[in-house]
């Protein structure tokens, strides 16, 4: 058996470079210069939007005066250069540092059906006034905005309004920009994704943003993608401390950390198709339920990611309300439920949980369930249960009445329980099966291995 995860404790957020390529996303450098001339009218800058063309297509050509020269023959040299400039993304228009400026590119772009802005170097783009709930105008067209260490804010002063809002049909791309101080009353602190819109956030940072609803960073009812990314330190009074999404969602290669809310202090989906892969869900918080990531219905798929150090009044890693939920090749630990079940992962009644090839480790429950609290179908495959701890029953695992655990060559190893069941806790009428012919074992728990009826566990 191949376990990549299972010998290595992740590093609690802070204590210092992690070791696996992936873990690492490397956004410290995403902060600008704050602005501090005064903003100009929005007239000469959609002027030069305007004069600039928008696509290759737009520019002329010098192939084509060339064209009128030698009869439209291009000799080797122009062919070779073609061929290396092809599939090169087009220059942007550059947008001065300035935030009229800024409105007055997306103004135009959406009236020209898109176009891709390349924003000033080292620029804060300050944002003083609310254009119907957010601080661009909507992007209903497809726009990219390109920056170079250039980040989009919420002046401190000014009323709360989100930073932008991606409407039905508009598809906005942000490469190399942060995104911060976002404020809003509604859903989407720092940016709303509308039914319809879509979003593709790459080598970006969604950081301190505030809603007082759900998504304190981004809130998804489209199609959001994350990627290379950071989403940390935001806020959200609902569900989704730095992503809430109700439709689909992909996170690649990214963090999100240190977000509060009252639900799904990291992330939270309901309904829809979530996606994480080769990720880092760490440090975050939730008053009531689901410290990292919160499944409350659909789909949601985890895998190559690390869901460590994150806390919750009740399921302090992870907590699948409803729907289903697989994690391949991951590692849960060091999270805690401070005052109820599932440290780890907690899952409730007609839920279906595949682990496999994962860790799950020194996890803390103050009731049940250290590492696990199962209360639907649980299948784990090529997994190590070890170290997690409870205050009450099922170091390991806590299985209840109306849940059936299967185990395949998965060890439940040095678990504590204060009460009973260090290893596994099975409720009358539950169901527990072994497969030890497969390799399961459950050794080393204290004070003992298994409580209830677990067929082939030994005390």
């Known amino acids: ?187 989407g602190g720092g940016i709303l994704v509308n039914t319809g819109g879509e979003l593709t956030v790459r080598h970006g940072a969604i950081t301190r943003n505030i809603a007082s609803a759900d998504g304190g960073g981004i809130s998804n009812n489209g199609t959001t993608r994350i990627d290379n990314s950071t989403v940390d330190k935001n806020t959200a009074g609902s569900s989704g401390g730095g992503i809430a999404s109700t439709a689909a969602l992909e996170i690649s290669k990214s963090h999100m950390s240190t977000n509060t809310a009252d639900r799904g202090g990291g992330v939270s989906s309901a309904e ?66 401070s005052e109820s079940d599932g440290g780890g992962l907690r899952s409730n009644l007609e839920v279906s949980v595949v682990i496999e090839d994962s860790l799950v480790k020194h996890n803390t429950a103050n009731a049940d369930g250290g590492g696990i609290y199962s209360a639907g179908n649980l299948v784990l495959r090529h997994t190590k249960i070890i170290g997690n701890q409870a205050g009450d029953q099922g170091g390991g695992i806590n299985n209840e009445s109306t849940s059936t655990a299967t185990l395949f060559a998965t060890e439940v190893v040095k678990n504590t329980a204060v009460v009973e069941g260090g290893g596994i806790f099975n409720e009358p009428n539950g169901i527990v099966e072994l497969n030890v012919a497969t390799g399961t074992v459950v050794i080393k728990n204290r004070p003992d291995n298994c409580s209830g009826d677990v067929p082939g566990c030994a005390g």
């Open 272 to 337: 829809g198709v979530v996606r994480i892969e080769r990720s880092a869900i760490a440090a975050n918080h939730a008053q009531s339920l689901a410290g990292g990531l919160l499944v409350e219905s659909g789909v949601g798929i985890v895998t190559d990611t690390r869901i460590t150090y994150n806390a919750a009044a009740d399921s302090g890693g992870i907590f699948v309300e409803g729907g289903q939920f697989t994690l391949r090749r991951g590692a849960l630990a060091g999270n805690t439920a």
């Open 1 to 187: 058996m191949n376990h990549p995860l299972h010998d290595h404790v992740p590093e609690r957020p802070g204590a210092g470079r992690a070791r696996s390529r992936w873990w690492t996303v490397g956004l410290a450098g995403m902060t600008g210069l704050a602005l501090t001339a005064a903003g100009v009218a929005a007239g000469p800058a959609a002027d030069a939007v305007a004069r600039t063309p928008t696509t290759a297509g737009d520019r002329p050509s010098a192939d084509d005066d060339r064209r009128q020269h030698d009869d439209g023959k291009l000799d080797d040299k122009d062919k070779n250069r073609g061929d290396k400039e092809e599939g090169k993304k087009p220059k942007g228009v550059p947008v001065p540092c300035e935030a009229d400026a800024l409105i007055a590119a997306i103004t135009l772009a959406n009236a020209r059906g898109g176009a891709v802005l390349d924003l000033a170097k080292d620029c804060t783009y300050l944002l003083t006034v609310d254009i119907e709930g957010a601080g661009l105008p909507a992007i209903t067209t497809p726009i990219t905005l390109n920056g170079k260490n250039s980040t989009i804010t919420r002046a401190a002063a000014v009323d709360p309004f989100r930073i932008i809002t991606v409407d039905t049909g508009g598809r906005l791309n942000l490469n190399h920009l942060k995104i911060t101080g976002g404020q809003t009353t509604d859903n």
